[in-house]
């Protein structure tokens, strides 16, 4: 089992910046892939990017290129998600997400752990 838990979340006015970070504990010593994804209230829950378990792959969706960045510290067991440039759409409760295996992992299904998620809001 692994554990995740997100910080970093908060108001914004558009055009900041926020930077989330996901510290995982429990069964670390495993390869893990690892993706931020993002749920803004009535729609789905999308994701906004992903990294491979050493790093040197990531994957981000198009409303987000460009003005976030994933990175990940195995060292640390944590993952982060650098976001600038906020718009008011970026808006919604954020999800930091673990799949056991080393390959990159763009959807939702194949994250077997989740955090509990953290509050995103970019005002006007």
């Given at each position: 089992q692994?554990q995740?838990?997100?910080?970093?979340?908060?108001?914004?006015q558009?055009?900041g910046?926020?930077?989330?970070?996901?510290?995982?504990?429990?069964?670390?010593?495993?390869?893990?892939?690892?993706?931020?994804?993002r749920?803004?209230?009535?729609?789905?829950?999308?994701i906004?990017?992903?990294?491979?378990?050493?790093?040197?792959?990531?994957?981000?969706?198009?409303?987000?290129?460009?003005?976030f960045?994933?990175?990940?510290?195995?060292?640390?067991?944590?993952?982060?998600l650098?976001?600038?440039t906020?718009?008011?759409?970026?808006t919604?409760v954020y999800?930091?997400?673990?799949?056991?295996?080393?390959?990159?992992?763009?959807?939702?299904?194949l994250?077997?752990?989740?955090?509990q998620?953290?509050?995103?809001?970019v005002?006007?």
């Amino acid at each position: 089992q692994v554990q995740l838990v997100e910080s970093g979340g908060g108001l914004v006015q558009a055009g900041g910046s926020l930077r989330l970070s996901c510290a995982a504990s429990g069964r670390t010593s495993s390869s893990y892939s690892m993706g931020w994804f993002r749920q803004a209230p009535g729609k789905e829950r999308e994701i906004a990017a992903a990294i491979n378990w050493s790093g040197d792959s990531t994957y981000y969706a198009d409303s987000v290129k460009g003005r976030f960045t994933i990175s990940k510290d195995n060292t640390k067991n944590t993952v982060y998600l650098q976001m600038g440039t906020l718009k008011p759409e970026d808006t919604a409760v954020y999800y930091c997400a673990a799949s056991q295996t080393k390959g990159l992992r763009i959807t939702a299904p194949l994250y077997e752990y989740w955090g509990q998620g953290t509050q995103v809001t970019v005002s006007s």
